[in-house]
């Protein structure tokens, strides 16, 4: 199983200013076949399902707005929001699906300072 | 507008058995694979299993294995999770989620599971 372990677990970060969320996989998640990363985010706003914002390790889902973005390659991975809003305090995972089982990192919430 | 409604949650005795229903509408579901995801209480997610759009090919973690049985009807629209010999540690919000090579695009809003004597 491809372990994820995401850094921080949580985090605070002022109105505006940005904040980046790391993860890393235990085995790299480049398919070399087709040079894709098969690494995705999720937004989880409390008593909300899962919500997609990143796919394919930098592609932003239809409609997430562009201060979401993703970045990395092989086993370490970050997320960051360019300009935090009110709107985006909510916890964010990590998910590969280079292989079976699927695989999330543990979260990491993140506030308003 | 693209939906998955879960239903089927509820209160049940270890040892006991639910079967859980997730209804598609806005996709053509026959087309779609689909997953289930757990969250148990204030914790994070878990993938459960999978389903090919024919329904031919399914999988699952090792944890429900030989417990847990997705399937669907294509005609219906509909996904299912049998699951039987629940244990306390299965309590948890059950999400489908349709995949998009195995990410989860369109996720439901999930139904409660609670193992409890």
């Known amino acids: 199983d491809i372990v994820m372990t995401q850094s921080p677990d949580s985090l605070a970060v002022s109105l505006g200013e940005r904040a980046s969320i790391n993860c890393k996989s235990g085995?790299?998640?480049?398919?070399?076949?087709?040079?894709?990363?098969?690494l995705a985010w999720y937004q989880q706003k409390p008593g909300q399902p899962p919500k997609l914002l990143i796919y394919?390790?930098?592609t932003r889902e239809s409609g997430v707005p562009d201060r979401f973005s993703g970045s990395g390659s092989g086993t370490d991975f970050t997320l960051t929001i360019s300009s935090l809003q009110a709107e985006d305090v909510a916890v964010y995972y990590c998910?590969?699906?280079?292989?079976?089982?699927?695989?999330f990192g543990g979260g990491t919430k993140v506030e308003i300072k | 507008e693209v939906q998955l409604v879960e239903s089927g949650g509820g209160l049940v005795q270890p040892g006991g058995s639910l079967k859980l229903s997730c209804v598609a509408s806005?996709?053509?579901?026959?087309?779609?694979?689909m997953h289930w995801v757990r969250q148990a209480p204030g914790k994070g997610l878990v993938w459960v299993s999978r389903?090919?759009?024919?329904?031919?090919?399914?999988t699952y973690v090792d944890s429900v294995r030989g417990r847990f049985t997705v399937s669907r009807d294509n005609a219906k629209d509909t996904l299912y999770l049998q699951m039987n010999s629940l244990r306390v540690e299965d309590s948890a919000v059950f999400y489908c989620?349709?995949?998009?090579?195995?990410?989860?695009?369109?996720w439901g809003k999930g139904t409660t599971v609670t193992v409890s004597s």
């Open positions: 989620a349709r995949s998009a090579y195995n990410f989860m695009d369109v």
């Open positions: 998910q590969q699906y280079y292989s079976i089982p699927l695989t």
């Open positions: 085995q790299s998640v480049l398919y070399s076949s087709n040079n894709k990363t098969y």
């Open positions: 806005g996709f053509t579901f026959s087309n779609s694979w």
């Open positions: 394919w390790a930098s």
């Open positions: 389903i090919s759009s024919d329904g031919r090919t399914t």
